[in-house]
């Protein structure tokens, strides 16, 4: 066990050394930051609230993924017989909240991890007959669960092969669910395979993204960060996107889950137009970093 351990540790340094080898200017950037990345982590870890935000509520008054309006909570509680689905219940309220603009539609949802089979059933109830489904599991004996709307794949979702056939066969796709093997560099290779072959506007999800140093994270934070890329044109009030922030709506963290969600319509510029007459100079307002040119 501490031989794995050293050796997973030389492992580590190897890659990182690789890194800095590749990107020297980007490793630098990541490092000035890893303080204040450093500080936000302790601060979250020995968070506690201040006693104006302690609510008297009793916990049976505040709503929760119980409630009627959640199909799919209703659906999961009243699940007692048949086909089995394991989900944690805060789940049930961000499916819901990512998912809900597709209900009723035309759509193609692959799940990753179909185990017993039973949550297949409960996307088809949730989203309606218009719904393809698409199961994928590394074990044969998933294949069972194939059926009117359902299709089943087996494969290894850190094949990269097998991802490029079943975009052969599967060229359509608004949700991706990743619920299979929660390996770090399983789930890197589903994001990376499957989150650009999602439609304009879909959604991509990863479940059971579990404890603090976990590398799938660190992966997403990576993403995120892009999303605050700044090229901004002070002849045209506005920001360039780029190709990223033009495909990547937005990143999404929750307790044990990751969603990103595509953009539905493309922003090639991000405006930031002035409104009214009056205007401080704006390095009195604490922008001297940034000169824009108000229009006529």
Do not use: N, T
């Given at each position: 066990m501490l031989l794995k351990r050293y050796r997973q540790i030389l492992l580590?340094?190897?890659?990182?050394?690789?890194?800095?080898?590749?990107?020297?200017?980007?490793?630098?950037?990541?490092?000035?930051?890893?303080?204040?990345?450093?500080?936000?982590?302790?601060?979250?870890r020995d968070w506690t609230p201040a006693r104006a935000q302690e609510s008297s509520t009793p916990p049976t008054a505040q709503p929760n993924s119980q409630t009627s309006s959640n199909p799919l909570a209703v659906y999961f509680q009243s699940h007692t017989e048949g086909r089995g689905i394991w989900k944690l219940e805060h789940y049930l309220d961000i499916y819901h909240r990512h998912f809900a603009k597709f209900i009723g539609k035309e759509i193609h949802i692959v799940e990753i991890g179909v185990f017993s089979g039973g949550s297949l059933e409960m996307w088809k109830n949730y989203f309606g007959s218009k719904c393809q489904v698409y199961g994928v599991d590394i074990n044969e004996a998933c294949k069972a669960y194939a059926g009117d709307g359902i299709k089943i794949f087996i494969g290894d979702q850190a094949d990269r092969g097998f991802w490029r056939r079943f975009k052969e066969e599967v060229p359509q796709v608004d949700i991706l669910i990743d619920d299979g093997g929660h390996l770090p560099e399983q789930q890197i290779v589903t994001l990376e395979e499957m989150l650009?072959?999602?439609?304009?506007?879909?959604?991509?999800?990863?479940?059971?993204?579990v404890a603090v140093f976990n590398r799938f994270p660190a992966y997403v934070y990576g993403l995120g960060r892009q999303l605050n890329a700044f090229a901004y044109q002070p002849s045209e009030l506005s920001v360039e996107s780029t190709p990223f922030q033009r495909a990547i709506q937005s990143v999404h963290l929750y307790p044990y889950v990751t969603v990103i969600e595509k953009s539905a319509s493309p922003i090639e510029h991000l405006r930031l137009p002035m409104q009214g007459t009056e205007w401080r100079p704006l390095a009195d307002a604490g922008t001297p970093e940034i000169t824009l040119s108000a229009r006529s």
């Open positions: 580590d340094l190897v890659a990182l050394f690789a890194s800095f080898v590749r990107q020297p200017l980007e490793c630098f950037r990541l490092l000035r930051g890893l303080p204040e990345m450093l500080a936000g982590s302790l601060r979250a650009p072959h999602l439609r304009s506007g879909g959604v991509y999800l990863c479940e059971d993204v």
